[in-house]
């Protein structure tokens, strides 16, 4: 028999088991974000050889340098399954042609000069409504690792793909009525082809 979902107030079966700490189960993504704020505080991470992340394969995602280590240069790099970027919320414009990735950068609070300049970074930044990403990602950035949320491997081909669609979908923000054509691009199957 299935539990309930941890999410109070949810009544659907919780079927997906919380992996950092295997107490809870949730019957979505959304509902265990709802709760986290109520769970945080009592969530004990499994550690050592009880850990279901502990001996789990590396996960292939991509480091983009920064002006000053490269500028765009891609590198295909293997990440712990347990690090950080893997809790990330996906970027917004990756939600919108169904391709979620996740962002961070290697240090963070750089000053902006040219050497610490990330277009690639940026344009994976923006907000989809108005094609600006937010300040902070501006400039500043240095080099970052983009990785799938689901742990599943990222190429540097598969990710210049998705920069230069992204770089595609900002040359439309300068037209006079750049929505309709921006919101086409918003679409998996376009972005395949």
Request: with cysteine; hydrophobic share 30%.
């Amino acid at each position: 028999m299935a539990q309930s979902c941890a999410n109070p107030g949810c009544t659907a079966d919780g079927t997906k088991t919380y992996t950092r700490c295997r107490q809870s189960s949730y019957c979505s993504r959304d509902c265990q974000k709802k709760n986290w704020p109520k769970h945080k505080a009592t969530c004990q991470p499994l550690s050592g050889s009880n850990d279901p992340n502990h001996e789990k394969e590396p996960i292939r995602c991509v480091k983009i340098y920064s002006q000053g280590e490269g500028g765009g240069r891609y590198e295909e790099i293997l990440l712990p399954f347990s690090h950080p970027i893997f809790q990330s919320d996906p970027l917004p414009v990756s939600l919108k042609f169904d391709y979620p990735l996740v962002l961070q950068r290697l240090v963070p609070n750089l000053s902006q000069r040219q050497e610490t300049d990330n277009q690639h970074a940026t344009w994976l930044m923006i907000d989809p409504v108005t094609g600006f990403a937010p300040p902070a990602w501006q400039g500043g950035i240095g080099s970052v690792y983009v990785a799938r949320p689901d742990r599943a491997p990222l190429t540097t081909e598969i990710l210049a793909a998705i920069t230069d669609y992204v770089s595609d979908i900002l040359d439309h923000f300068g037209t006079a009525d750049a929505w309709p054509i921006v919101r086409r691009y918003y679409d998996r199957a376009r972005l395949e082809r």
